[in-house]
């Protein structure tokens, strides 16, 4: 039996980008038969035309199904997705496809044939591109990983980019303790995992900055911030299994 996988998309009024990304994504994957995928579109509270788009995608895309949360959250919508998931590996990225798809057998492959745990898009590791990113944004990106660094000594370089991987006994041991509903969730997730002792893989890619971002910087910061401090004197909290 081959290796289930589902790629879930978080989105929130993406009427427009929704079409595309899932058009590509069932493309690629179905170039990839090795594996048994399945792609859910997260909607986190989206007020457009977006859970009308998600259902045209569905009657064309019998393997792209859909979640609805009225509350807002990206990680919000993450844990609800990856916990009401039955796949082998469960994974996530961005609704603009930021991050080269090209890299997802990869991240894949690290869960599901090399036993690691958690696997995540690095572009801050050898081998990795980054295009049209502003520099005010690469400079507070390499300040906030740097800060990781000094305060946990993690074996990943890139706690922030949108695309990650986990198995079946990360999430269902992990995403529970996750109290971070919003953009802090992805540096959660890997120091919860750390913290756990669960084996994480680094994974090289392609990233071109999406000029249309909508992470407002300063209070993302602020929150990444109280995040950090919170795990480093509280503690992080690890599974029961």
């Known amino acids: 039996m081959s290796t ?4 879930v998309i978080p989105v929130l009024n993406e009427e427009h980008s929704l079409p595309r990304c899932i058009e590509q994504l069932v493309s690629f994957t179905g170039e990839h038969p090795d594996y048994d995928w399945k792609i859910t579109v997260a909607d986190n509270g989206s007020t457009d035309r977006t859970p009308e788009v998600i259902a045209e995608l ?6 792209v199904g859909t979640v ?3 509350e807002r959250g990206r990680g919000r919508a993450l844990k609800r997705a990856w916990l009401a998931s039955d796949a082998d590996v469960r994974c996530y990225m961005d609704v603009d496809l930021s991050t080269d798809i090209g890299a997802l057998p990869s991240l894949v492959s690290a ?3 090399e036993d ?3 696997a995540t898009g690095s572009r801050l590791s050898k081998g990795s591109e980054v295009v049209g990113r502003k520099l005010t944004r690469e400079i507070t990106s390499r300040g906030y990983n740097l800060l990781i660094k000094l305060m946990f000594w993690p074996p990943f370089p890139d706690a922030q980019c949108g695309f990650k991987a986990v ?3 990360a999430a269902e041991g992990l995403m529970p303790l996750i109290k971070d509903n919003a953009w802090f969730m992805d540096t959660e997730l890997l120091l919860l995992a750390q913290g756990a002792g669960y084996r994480i893989k680094s994974i090289p890619v392609r990233w071109v900055d999406d000029p249309d971002t909508r992470v407002k910087l300063a209070s993302t910061i602020w929150e990444d911030i109280k995040g950090l401090l919170r795990l480093r ?5 690890r599974p029961s299994q």
Do not use: T
């Open 4 to 7: 289930s996988v589902e790629i």
């Open 58 to 63: 569905g009657q064309r895309f019998p393997n």
């Open 68 to 70: 609805r949360l009225e």
């Open 111 to 113: 869960i599901g044939d």
């Open 116 to 118: 690691y745990e958690v």
């Open 167 to 169: 198995s079946r006994r």
């Open 233 to 237: 004197f509280r503690g992080r909290p």
